[in-house]
């Protein structure tokens, strides 16, 4: 059973919309990650957030802003995508930094596809 | 940053052989090393893991071996089955995951009955 939820499960908009990803997990895990995957790709790393701090940006264009509310919660706003922007996007958790070598557990994803 | 090399991308084998997966990665500081199967359209889920501490684990059908002094690992999977049929990632990581994960670029296994 997936213990990480993602919603919604697909999304379609527009180039000029405004909308959010949510990801919610109840395992105590103190870090959590969006990943991108484009189809026959790996997922590639956007973000990482340790302690409800953003601790890892990989470059990713200000379109994608994360936000992570409480220990429980992550979200990623979307602004203004870009066709090339349509992928899957995977939210993960783990335990944590200080808890070193635990496996990142991953949600089904959401099909996100711009118009 | 780290660079993942997986090989072959596309693997076949008979059904009940055995199937072999290599990876290499180029940061001598990454120290985690789990491996990924995806079916179509789900999620990916580990199927085992390793730490730069250890050099083989196990996990019924399924073995991984790591060799810090080559930055090799590979996945070995035993008796395949029919189910075994998906596209596997390797990845690492430097703190233990949760600095993310860097992966492969994949393998996709078929069993042929």
């Known amino acids: 059973d997936t213990e990480v939820t993602q919603t919604p499960k697909h999304l379609v908009m527009g180039m000029t919309n405004k909308k959010s990803l949510k990801c919610e997990q109840h395992?105590?895990?103190?870090?959590m990650y969006w990943y991108k995957q484009k189809a026959k790709k790996p997922p590639e790393l956007m973000f990482v957030?340790?302690?409800?701090?953003?601790?890892i940006n990989e470059s990713v264009p200000s379109r994608f802003s994360p936000e992570c509310p409480n220990s429980s919660l992550l979200n990623l706003h979307l602004h203004a995508l870009q066709p090339e922007d349509s992928a899957l996007y995977l939210c993960a958790s783990s335990l944590g930094p200080l808890n070193s070598n635990q496996p990142q557990h991953f949600g089904d994803g959401t099909r996100l596809s711009i118009l | 940053g780290e660079n993942v090399e997986q090989h072959p991308s596309t693997l076949s084998v008979q059904e009940g052989d055995s199937a072999v997966i290599k990876c290499t990665y180029s940061?001598?500081?990454?120290?985690?090393f789990p491996w990924y199967k995806q079916e179509l359209g789900k999620r990916p889920q580990l199927i085992i893991d390793?730490?730069?501490?250890?050099g083989e684990k196990k996990d019924q059908r399924i073995a991984v071996t790591l060799n810090k002094t080559a930055k090799h690992f590979s996945l070995h999977i035993t008796e395949t089955q029919p189910e075994d049929s998906a596209v596997y990632f390797c990845?690492?990581?430097?703190?233990?995951?949760?600095?993310?994960?860097?992966f492969g670029k994949g393998t996709h296994l078929i069993i042929q009955p």
């Open positions: 395992m105590g895990h103190r870090a």
């Open positions: 940061d001598s500081a990454s120290n985690y």
């Open positions: 390793i730490r730069s501490n250890v």
């Open positions: 990845a690492a990581s430097r703190w233990g995951g949760a600095d993310g994960l860097t």
């Open positions: 957030y340790s302690y409800e701090k953003l601790s």
